[in-house]
């Protein structure tokens, strides 16, 4: 993404991201329609090349049921997370790299899993169980992965709107190893539901801080872990980690703060 690209979909990030907006053609170019009027006419323009650049970087994507219309992604929205977090601590500390088989890097030392895993019993950290903390491993790993080689197969001769998903990206073209990926990591949101997946993308995947999610969230202090035990306990279901009968409350409750 170019500077430009970039300035303009931080410009327009904010209201995209409220309950309902999105983005439809308007006179010689897009316009940005809210709930907050009803949708009666744009807040804001956008030209097509931008709309272009921001398909190709998967921060929007077609809606299935209309036309040309277009809505924020999850990448979308994690792109715009970082935006606002660039002063978040876990990502000024000093990280120990390791990069696994998959050509993955991780920051060993200090994500925000294992500073609550470590900290468990000290205070400000959780209890989690193996499966929950690897469930948390797998969907960043997921997240990583499906994150490859997505700009090597990018088809400019097709439209971008009115297919209802990215066609430009010819599938077939991309490894195996990533289209899996890309797979398990929107199943795995699709299963624990935008909710819980609100809490488990900044964190398992961004590396974004407790606090910082619950000052985003608009939470109360500390109600942040008691969330992401929950998603952290049915995401391992999901991954095969441990059976469905595991995600209670009762369990989650007892076991949640160390």
Not at 116 to 130: M, N, P, Q, V, Y
Not at 132 to 149: H, Q
Request: charge should be positive; proline fraction near 5%.
């Amino acid at each position: 993404m170019t500077p430009a690209e970039k300035q303009e979909f931080i410009r327009i990030a904010r209201r995209l991201t409220e309950e309902g907006a999105f983005l439809c053609p308007h006179e010689a170019g897009y316009g940005l329609m809210v709930k907050r009027n009803k949708w009666q006419k744009p807040i804001m323009r956008v030209a097509k090349d931008k709309i272009a650049a921001f398909v190709r970087d998967e921060l929007i994507t077609n809606i299935k049921a209309k036309h040309n219309h277009f809505k924020m992604t999850q990448a979308g929205r994690a792109h715009y997370r970082r935006y606002l977090n660039q002063t978040d601590p876990y990502r000024a500390q000093h990280q120990k790299i390791e990069t696994d088989e998959a050509g993955i890097s991780r920051n060993m030392s200090e994500t925000p899993l294992s500073w609550l895993k470590a900290r468990a019993g000290k205070g400000g950290g959780i209890k989690f169980s193996d499966a929950e903390f690897k469930a948390g491993e797998y969907l960043r790993r997921d997240y990583e992965i499906s994150r490859m080689s997505k700009r090597l197969c990018v088809d400019w001769s097709r439209p971008i709107a009115g297919t209802g998903s990215n066609k430009s990206v010819r599938q077939t073209d991309l490894p195996d190893m990533v289209l899996d990926a890309s797979r398990r990591f929107t199943k795995a949101l699709e299963t624990v539901g935008p909710d819980l997946a609100d809490i488990l993308v900044p964190i398992c995947c961004e590396l974004v801080g407790l606090e910082t999610v619950e000052k985003n969230m608009q939470w109360p202090r500390r109600s942040a872990k008691l969330v992401l035990k929950f998603a952290l306990s049915r995401l391992a279901t999901y991954y095969g980690l441990q059976p469905p009968r595991k995600v209670s409350v009762s369990e989650r409750i007892r076991s949640t703060i160390a």
